[in-house]
């Protein structure tokens, strides 16, 4: 599947810490190549390049796992030690509950734990991470600690373990049709906390991995925790997944009945449930030329003519149409902005320090 893009929600979010720090974001921001303008407009997107370069000066800023995002700072390291600790368990039900009870050492630090059902297990954040709970950026601390842990046990057992349902205590964001891909799960706002659940029998998994493969992830983490999809497990994310493998053959992409019989399923069937998951067809294809767009811009040479062409427009004023209305700005702004930052090459997404503790999604 084509690599998703990421809202600038999410960048603002993740820069909560180092603004209220006094600290100055926009050379933060041109390390990243990520245009300081883009922060006004809540349609803008970055790649995953830019937002994991961002990620990675803001860690070598703050010296905080957790970004300045808590109110109190977890050193780094501190991840990582929790991870060693949970590897020598003998099934993951212990893992998590030795890896809860490590943060629970540290005064501030967030209080989780594991509870079972004869059905479920119910992994739950009961403080808030963020110092103003008011403000969606304030509450990314929290979302991230889940996304993080129902990884890094699909990790940590080699399976991807599906999440049956997520949870949040608060009401949704203004990007809330976003979530349901980011958990791979029904998604619920407003509940009386914040939690995720899986089906029990996971929890006697056995651990599969070594110290060799933890030190690769902790060298990759968390970056990589909080951004792969792998799930597949929606019916928008297998649709999503068919259009962006299309894409990198042929600039048509197949028609909804042609990926409904893919899929092996009718056209009306797929219709109804891209729809019970608020999504739509025409809205999946829009999402996958948009982030092929805004990957073609902020990180390759193409000219814009024949990006357009290649991503299916028949003209060039049709494909700066729509991607003002993705975007609010136009690809040769967004080209000139994102290519005027200080840290340019791939390799600056792949250099960090070897940690991993949440910015605790």
């Known amino acids: 599947m084509g690599k998703q893009t990421i809202s600038v929600h999410h960048v603002r979010a993740v820069l909560r810490g180092v603004e209220r720090a006094g600290v100055d974001t926009v050379p933060l921001l041109q390390a990243a190549q990520i245009p300081p303008l883009l922060l006004g407009d809540d349609r803008a997107r970055v790649t995953s390049v830019q937002f994991a370069r961002l990620f990675r000066a803001l860690y070598r800023t703050t010296q905080d796992e957790f970004l300045g995002l808590s109110a109190a700072p977890s050193r780094p390291g501190t991840f990582a030690m929790m991870c060693y600790a949970a590897l020598g368990c ?20 967030p209080d989780l734990s594991l509870t079972r059902t004869p059905t479920e297990a119910v992994f739950t954040v009961h403080n808030g991470l963020g110092s103003d709970e008011d403000r969606y ?15 890094l046990c699909s990790w940590l057992t080699g399976s991807r373990i599906p999440l049956r349902w997520a949870e949040f205590g608060y009401p949704p964001p203004p990007h809330e049709a976003e979530y349901g891909s980011l958990f791979g799960c029904p998604v619920r706002f407003g509940a009386a906390r914040t939690a995720a659940g899986f089906d029990v029998r996971w929890l006697s998994a056995p ?16 970056f990589d925790l909080l951004t792969r999809r792998e799930y597949g497990a929606t019916v928008a994310e297998q649709v999503r997944r068919a259009l962006a493998q299309a894409l990198r053959t042929s600039p048509r992409l197949p028609s909804l009945p042609d990926t409904a019989a893919r899929l092996a399923v009718s056209p009306a069937t797929l219709r109804r449930r891209l729809d019970r998951e608020n999504t739509s067809f025409q809205q999946l294809k829009d999402a996958v030329r948009r982030d092929a767009a805004i990957a073609g811009l902020a990180e390759g040479r193409e000219p814009i003519a024949e990006l357009a062409a290649r ?25 000139v902005a994102a290519g005027s930052g200080a840290g340019s090459g791939p390799s600056a997404a792949n250099t960090g320090p070897r940690t991993g503790t949440p910015p605790s999604q």
Do not use: K, N, Q
């Open 90 to 109: 003998p099934d993951l039900g212990r893992a998590m509950e030795r890896g809860t009870a490590f943060y629970a050492l540290f005064d501030g630090g």
């Open 311 to 335: 991503l299916g427009f028949s003209e060039d004023t049709s494909f700066h149409r729509a991607f003002r209305r993705w975007t609010g700005t136009t690809p040769g702004a967004y080209r």
């Open 207 to 222: 651990l599969v991995r070594d110290e060799e493969s933890l030190d690769a992830l902790l060298h990759r983490a968390p």
């Open 137 to 151: 950026e304030d509450r990314f601390l929290t979302e991230c600690m889940v996304i993080i842990w129902h990884r």
